[in-house]
């Protein structure tokens, strides 16, 4: 089902170009049917419409949950974007939620990062259970981290699927965004 309104654009696209073709071929043979195609398209567009609305896939609900980290730390708050971390969350190196909040604490992360910018949002496939998925998306960090005004990295999130509300991020992976399969360490 996600593969059908992830691609909504080439769905738009193609029934588009289908009215387009049809009212080309009418133009030149003015067959009596084409306004009962016309209709016909038209009822598909509105019908494939309703639906994107109405379907929330994983990846829109990641958009989400990524989207309310960013407007939390551009509002400085980085530990109230810790919310939406699962309460099994784990890092690479098998640090759990506690310690990496205190982590960010101890690194006074609420001042060195002033803004978390995602962007190239996509599912790359399902996690390690039924419940889960992964998502990549490209990350900008501005501010004073590291030395850096500004760093971007490509990061991979394993998100917890839930039935009642969004997802929640069971743990992620940095990687060079140049080098997208050389792993990055934070050092935790």
């Known amino acids: ?3 059908l309104f992830e691609g909504r654009m080439a769905v738009y696209g193609c029934l588009i170009f289908c009215w387009v073709g049809l ?3 009418w133009s030149f043979a003015k067959f009596n049917h084409f306004i009962t195609a016309t209709l016909a398209i038209a009822f598909l567009l509105a019908s494939y419409w309703v639906l994107d609305t109405l379907v929330v896939t994983h990846k829109e609900s990641a958009e989400l949950v990524l989207k309310n ?3 939390e730390i551009k509002q400085g708050s980085i530990i109230s ?3 939406h971390l699962d309460g099994r969350f784990i890092t690479a190196r098998g640090t759990d939620l506690k310690s990496f909040e205190a982590w960010l604490n101890r690194h006074q992360a ?3 990062v002033k803004e978390i910018v995602f962007w190239d949002i996509e599912n790359i496939g ?3 259970d039924k419940n889960t998925s992964k998502i990549s998306s490209m990350v900008k960090v501005k501010g004073n981290w590291g030395g850096f005004q500004e760093a971007i990295y490509r990061v991979e999130f394993l ?3 839930k039935k009642d509300g969004a997802p929640s991020i069971l743990s992620f992976q940095i990687y060079d965004p140049i ?3 050389n792993r990055l360490e934070i050092g935790i």
Do not use: H, V, W, Y
Request: charged share 15%; no cysteine; hydrophobic share 40%.
């Open 23 to 25: 009212f080309l071929i």
């Open 110 to 112: 609420e001042q060195l």
């Open 1 to 3: 089902m996600d593969m």
């Open 159 to 161: 998100f917890q699927n």
């Open 69 to 71: 980290i960013s407007k």
């Open 126 to 128: 399902p996690g390690t």
């Open 179 to 181: 080098n997208q399969n």
């Open 81 to 83: 974007a810790l919310k």
